[in-house]
């Protein structure tokens, strides 16, 4: 069967490889599931591992299949599965467990280890096949109601673990309550975010460049979220009209941001940070000032990263919340399918240059 692949340490080497159709065995204890892949969508991350910045092939491979956004349908399962029978639509988590300690208790979202597991990203084949095997225990079941958009679950579960996070962190203070938010960025996870949070209730305002209209400033209309364009007033004035946050999101991608970001965060505030910054940029900042609002304010700072099973179980039925508060707003966000893993080079270039792009994702096979 054939896969979008790379060779990792050699920069746009995407290529078509050809894999043999996995078999259930390959997963011992007859908790194997075999999922046909319908699609798969791609980011930043992606674009980074055939720009050769990150990503590593499994053992004993020159190449990574890559892909880590899937979505699929159940097509056999092992005799000892039981929560997941064929023709179930589902999405598989991204890293599998290393050795730390939070790896042994199933959170491989928080592995202390140096070397992780991500599959599609680090050291194991991702999702940009026809079919995979994986162990039941790293595939969620995702509502059929919600097929035309379960291609976005992996990205959703990110923003679900990191706001889990701050609410979990929050717990230091006995009560709280967040009332305004902010995002920083406007890509999908920043959307996302927006989403999640309008859906518990915060008063949301998003950060980006880009000057509005624009059909990211439109959509987050629709879901009552305000956006405002930098460009046309700066993050630390509109921070003082629309802050200061309770809760805020980052995820530019930009670590410059961070420390605007910071200068916004109220008193108890929580600032979450997922970009993933590969460079090496060095930036001015009123270090004393920071430090002592952070101090003075009892506020916190949190990265996260990935996301393991629980979110994304809460995620499916965030994204139904989602579907039934905004019906229709999440398919928005398909805006350039690629029809089939043949059509890897055309994936590339709506990712490099569609600025207007939401989702890139290919049609692997029909819903
Ligand atoms: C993926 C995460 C992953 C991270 C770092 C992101 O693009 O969505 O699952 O942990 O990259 O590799
Ligand atoms: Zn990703």
Redesign the pocket.
């Known amino acids: 069967m054939k896969a979008v692949a790379v060779l990792p340490g050699k920069a746009n080497s995407a290529h078509l490889a050809s894999l043999d159709k996995p078999d259930l065995k390959t997963v011992p204890n007859g908790r194997g599931v075999l999922v046909r892949v319908l699609r798969v969508g791609v980011?930043?991350?992606d674009k980074e591992i055939n720009a050769a910045e990150?990503g590593a092939a499994p053992k004993g491979y020159d190449f990574l299949v890559t892909g880590?956004?899937g979505f699929g349908i159940v097509e056999k399962v092992g005799p000892n599965v039981t929560e997941l029978k064929p023709g179930d639509y589902v999405v598989a988590t991204?890293?599998r467990p290393g050795n730390s300690i939070y790896d042994l208790i199933g959170t491989n979202?928080m592995t202390t280890d140096d070397t992780?597991y991500?599959r599609g990203?680090?050291l194991l084949h991702g999702f940009l096949t026809e079919y995979y095997v994986d162990d039941a225990e790293y595939i969620v079941r995702v509502l059929g109601t919600l097929k035309n958009i379960g291609v976005l679950l992996?990205?959703f579960?990110?923003v679900q673990k990191g706001i889990t996070q701050a609410y979990e962190a929050q717990r230091r203070l006995r009560v709280w309550r967040p009332r305004k938010a902010a995002v920083m960025g406007a890509g999908t996870i920043g959307l996302l975010a927006a989403l999640s949070m309008k859906l518990r209730g915060m008063d949301v305002t998003v950060f980006a460049r880009q000057p509005k209209p624009s059909i990211r400033s439109e959509m987050l209309a629709q879901i009552d979220v305000r956006y405002v364009s930098t460009l046309e007033m700066p993050l630390l004035e509109a921070g003082k009209q629309y802050g200061p946050f309770d809760l805020t999101f980052e995820a530019t991608g930009a670590s410059q941001v961070v420390f605007d970001a910071m200068q916004t965060v109220g008193k108890n505030g929580v600032l979450v940070l997922s970009s993933?910054t590969g460079g090496n940029k060095k930036v001015e900042i009123p270090a004393d000032k920071i430090n002592l609002d952070f101090v003075l304010g009892n506020k916190l700072m949190v990265g996260t990263?990935?996301?393991n099973r629980e979110y994304f179980e809460s995620g499916v039925r965030d994204m139904a919340l989602g579907q039934a508060m905004y019906p229709g707003w999440l398919e928005k966000f398909l805006t350039h399918p690629v029809e089939g893993l043949d059509n890897y080079q055309d994936a590339f270039t709506k990712l490099e240059t569609a600025k207007e792009a939401i989702k890139v994702f290919y049609e692997v096979a029909a819903l």
Request: aromatic fraction near 10%; hydrophobic fraction near 30%; proline fraction near 5%.
């Open positions: 980011d930043g991350t990150y880590h956004e991204v890293r979202d992780y991500e990203i680090n992996e990205p579960t990110v993933v990263v990935n996301a």
